[in-house]
Structures are given as C-alpha cells and as structure tokens.
C-alpha cells in the first residue's frame, strides 16, 4: 500500500492549479441517469471515487467514455441496483437512488454503513422519497425503493443535507406536479447541479437559497457542462501557504465559494488578494489564533475543519474548534498529538493550544480530510512524516504529492 513521505520545512511559492470538485462531479455524473442520451461533462477529476461511481454505472449497464471530459449514455439501463462492494467504499454512491426512482420506477441500493466521521444516515433522503410516493422498504441492508410514478410534494428537511437535498432535487425533475425543497442546502455544488439540469431541461428555482423549487417535466434531455472548481481542494492549498510561511497563486478557484475562509484566514493574518484566475494567498508575519465553527455553507465547511486545525496547531495562542456538522470528525487529532500539537477534545469542540513546532511522526490517515491535515502538518513538522493509507487522500485530491511538490515542497510517494 502507497505511503506518502514528506520533509518538512520548506515554505511553499508558485501556483497551483484547482482541479474540478469531487462533490460536484458526484451528483452530476449521476444526474445522468435521468436521461436519454449522451451526456458530456468537463473538468472531471482524476480521483478514486470517480472511479467508483464509474463503475457504480457500469455496472448499472450504462456507456461511460473518457475522463476529464467524460461522456455518459443512459440510454439502457440494465440493473437499478448499487451493491453494497461500491457503497461501502463511497457513501456519495447513494446518490443514484433519486435518478433511479425517478425514470426506473425502481432502486435497489446497498444502505451505506457508519464511517469515520460518524454514524451519517440517509433517513433525510428515504423520508423525502416516501413522502413523493416511494414505497421505501429495507431488506438485508438494501433500500428497496418503488414508485411507478413520484408525485410532487412539500418536503421539510430536518437538516441541510447536501447529498438528500441533491438526490430529491434530482428525483422531483420527472415527478409529477411541483416539489417544493424546504431547507434546502446551499451548498456551490448543489448549484451547480441544478445548472446541469437545468440544461437537461429541468424546471428549478432557488438553488443556492434554502428554498428550491422544481417542477416535473416529462422527460430529460443530454445536457453538455462543467464542474466547477474544488473549493475544499482550493481551501487545503491556502491553508498550506499560510502554515508554510510561503505564497501560493490559486489558480482557478472560485473566490466567492471560499468567503467564510478567506474571511477566517485573512483573521489569523495572512494576506488574500484577488488575481486573474484565482487568488494569491501569502502568510502573515506570525499566526493570530482564530475559532472556528463549521457551518453549513455558507458557514464555515467541515470538510476544512481538519486543515485548519493543523493551521491552529502552530498557531500563536488558544483556538477553539468547534465541530457541528459531523458528531465525531475528530480523528486526525490523535495522529496531530503524535506530531507534538496540543489539542484537548471536549465534546464537539477540540482546544487547540498553538505550539512553535511540529516534529515529523509516522501516521495514519483516517479519512479524506483527516489526510489532508496530517499531510499540512508534516509540510511544517522538523524532520520526516510518513503518512500511511493513502488511499483515503486519493479519493479526494488529485496527484496532492505533485501539486505540492511543484510548489516546492519534499514530498514522495513510496509504493
Ligand atoms: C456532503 C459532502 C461531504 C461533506 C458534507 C457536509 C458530498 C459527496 N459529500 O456529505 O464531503 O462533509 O456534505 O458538508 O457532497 N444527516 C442525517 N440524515 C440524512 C442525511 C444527513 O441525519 O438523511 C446528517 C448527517 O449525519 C450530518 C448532516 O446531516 O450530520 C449533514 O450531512 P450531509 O450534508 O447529508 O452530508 P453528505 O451529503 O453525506
């Protein structure tokens, strides 16, 4: 299994290039169930669980050509099913069950199990489906999901969920009647989505508010269109611009999806200003420490709680990090703590008591964002960190090891 090897200590110059975003590609790449059709995406990234959803398609009987443009064709499907082998590697593979429903009449997929962060049930989408018509049942550990037809319906989130609100959104487009989506996420990426149905030919209103309005059409047609940039990939290279004590240009990112970090960033001290194509992002003369809470967007994302508290482990005072989204997204701490930081958990809030140095360990990843934190830390920590299970990074940043590397720091994968 691949280990990343970094030494640590280099201050990062130059730019980097934003691939586009996992959790955007996900749905969208799914959304082409819903038609008819080849489908054309670009800026597709190069990522494992890109590859998963692949196969969840293949499998599924669907025609899937090329990879940064990736052509999708539904026109048969086969098999309604996601067996349990894809979905326990990637939880975003529940996202097919919506389509599904929607233009089959019928879904068979695996119920993805706990993770890392937390126990993450989908109780939010199957209410959302029963309440359009769906008879949902669980068997075996399989949702089994029917309805000849879904209806419209007023449906109330008890929570934002990005993925629910992005699986009944894609399910209401061939209901009948209009389903109104209250509180609704937010999130850049559920837009995005919206905008690729909507070039299918989908009637919504409202994405990016918490109120999302989407009237059923009979059928959808191919859509040709893009994924924007990773805000999280984008937020993970800032961060290690300001940890670094170095200058990153961003390239390609979207500022407007990064305004709660900037704004966090900007208050530990660093300097962010607006370029073409991106931002340039260099390190302050010391580090103020900051709180943090996550939010949903447009709050502060969880996805970038574990990067920002390596940030705070260097940090020159006491940050509070305050973990409200995921109930036990906490996991780097403990390989941070074996890199010398000082970090005390209490409840959903870790205390981070900044410390001048970090040393180089060998550690475990845990989880996608738990990796990119270990991997900021050891870009500062005096001496060698080795980062095992990389696959975790894999599922969510493309080629990390070159892209911090061209930026100047030593880092290796060793197979
Ligand atoms: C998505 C992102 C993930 C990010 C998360 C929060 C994708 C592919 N993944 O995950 O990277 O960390 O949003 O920004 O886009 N919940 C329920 N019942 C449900 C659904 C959710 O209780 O049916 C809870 C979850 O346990 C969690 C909260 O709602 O506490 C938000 O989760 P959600 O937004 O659904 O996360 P995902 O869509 O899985």
Do not use: W
Not at 149 to 166: C, M, N, P, R, S
């Amino acid at each position: 299994m691949d280990k990343i090897v970094i030494e640590g200590g280099k201050p990062l110059y130059g730019d980097v290039r934003i691939s586009g975003a996992k959790n955007a590609a996900l749905p969208v790449m799914a959304s082409a169930l819903l038609t008819e059709g080849t489908n054309t995406f670009h800026n597709i990234p190069d990522l494992v669980d890109i590859k998963t959803i692949k196969k969840l398609l293949i499998n599924m009987g669907v025609q899937i050509d090329g990879d940064e443009t990736c052509r999708i064709n539904a026109d048969k499907i086969t098999h309604c099913d996601a067996p349990y082998d894809l979905v326990k590697t990637m939880r975003a593979s529940i996202l097919v069950l919506g389509p599904l429903v929607a233009r089959m009449g019928v879904a068979r997929v695996s119920l993805p199990g706990g993770c890392a962060i937390g126990a993450r049930p989908v109780n939010l989408h199957l209410k959302a489906l029963e309440d359009m018509g769906a008879h949902v049942e669980l068997n075996s550990g399989y949702i089994e999901a029917r309805a000849k037809k879904l209806k419209g319906a007023d449906i109330y989130f008890d929570l934002q969920t990005v993925t629910g609100t992005e699986n009944i959104m894609m399910a209401a487009t061939l209901a009948h009647g209009t389903t109104v989506l209250n509180n609704a996420a937010r999130e850049p990426e559920v837009v995005n989505l919206a905008e690729v149905l909507k070039g299918m030919g989908a009637k919504i209103s409202g994405a990016g508010t918490d109120v999302i309005t989407i009237t059923g059409v009979t059928s959808l047609k191919p859509a040709e269109a893009s994924i924007i940039p990773d805000r999280i990939e984008a937020g993970t290279f800032m961060i290690a611009a300001g940890m670094t004590r170095g200058e990153i240009n961003i390239i390609g990112c979207n500022p407007q999806h990064l305004e709660s970090l900037i704004n966090k960033l900007r208050d530990t001290g660093m300097k962010i200003t607006p370029i073409k194509n991106g931002l340039k992002v260099s390190a302050g003369k010391k580090i103020t420490s900051v709180d943090v809470k996550t939010l949903p967007y447009p709050g502060f994302p969880t996805d970038l709680q574990a990067q920002i508290m390596a940030y705070m482990a260097i940090g020159g005072g006491l940050s509070v990090i305050s973990e409200t989204v995921f109930e036990n997204r906490f996991m780097h701490v403990s390989e941070l703590l074996r890199m010398g930081a000082d970090i005390v958990i209490q409840g959903g809030n870790a205390i981070v008591r900044g410390v001048p140095k970090l040393h180089g360990a060998q550690t475990m990843a845990t989880d996608l964002r738990a990796s990119a934190s270990l991997v900021l830390a050891a870009l500062v920590a005096e001496g060698t960190t080795e980062i095992s299970r990389v696959y975790h990074i894999d599922r969510g940043y493309e080629t990390i090891e070159k892209k911090f590397s061209a930026l100047g720091a030593d880092i290796k994968r060793v197979k």
